[in-house]
């Protein structure tokens, strides 16, 4: 058991770190999830990979986390990134391109956002993506084409 959670420590972290951007409240969020997944282990069905019901879990504390608090946090989020705290892909824009990237990221609808946000800054898979949202890979997939074709029209780029 131990084990499995030394293996997936770094990536529920980083998925964590996706949603808050918050260095201090992903590990706090990180070790409330992991003190859930050790109370609910037998509800663990091997139907879906071990990090990915981690994921899981860790979604719903952060959800909780932000109901206990009253406050919906993605607006302060994306005005409080750094280019520092962004992939390498991102560094490259400049810090208005990168928050007016940002702003119009959050216009668009929060499942679309989620994905985006999950698969640029989370680095994870489609498929992980579509088992955490509780939807298909292909549904990960065609959400975030659309979300970033919907980001290239915000940004007056005709490029795909």
Same mark, same amino acid.
């Given at each position: 058991?131990?084990?499995?959670?030394?293996?997936? +420590?770094?990536?529920? =972290?980083? @998925?964590? @770190?996706?949603?808050?951007?918050?260095?201090?409240?992903?590990?706090?969020?990180?070790?409330?999830?992991?003190?859930? *997944?050790?109370?609910?282990?037998?509800? @663990?069905?091997?139907?879906? %990979?071990? /990090?990915? #019901?981690?994921?899981?879990?860790?979604?719903?504390?952060? =959800?909780?986390?932000?109901?206990?608090?009253?406050?919906?946090?993605?607006?302060?989020?994306?005005?409080?990134? /750094?280019?520092?705290?962004? /992939? *390498?892909?991102?560094? +490259?824009?400049?810090?208005?391109?990168?928050?007016?990237?940002?702003?119009?990221?959050?216009?668009?609808?929060?499942?679309?956002?989620?994905?985006?946000?999950?698969? /640029?800054?989370?680095?994870?898979?489609?498929?992980?993506?579509?088992?955490?949202?509780?939807?298909?890979?292909? #549904?990960?997939?065609?959400?975030?084409?659309?979300?970033?074709? %919907?980001?290239?029209?915000?940004?007056?780029?005709?490029?795909?």
């Amino acid at each position: 058991m131990e084990e499995l959670f030394k293996e997936n +420590a770094k990536l529920l =972290y980083s @998925y964590l @770190y996706s949603l808050c951007h918050n260095e201090s409240l992903a590990e706090e969020l990180t070790q409330q999830t992991f003190y859930k *997944a050790c109370l609910s282990i037998d509800r @663990y069905d091997n139907t879906c %990979k071990f /990090s990915t #019901w981690l994921c899981q879990i860790g979604k719903h504390t952060y =959800y909780q986390y932000l109901e206990k608090n009253k406050r919906i946090a993605m607006t302060d989020i994306t005005e409080e990134l /750094s280019v520092t705290e962004i /992939s *390498a892909e991102r560094q +490259a824009l400049s810090r208005i391109e990168l928050l007016e990237t940002l702003r119009q990221l959050h216009t668009l609808p929060q499942d679309m956002r989620e994905v985006i946000y999950l698969r /640029s800054f989370g680095d994870l898979s489609f498929r992980e993506i579509g088992d955490i949202m509780g939807k298909s890979e292909n #549904w990960a997939r065609v959400t975030y084409f659309r979300g970033k074709t %919907k980001l290239i029209e915000l940004s007056g780029h005709n490029e795909t």
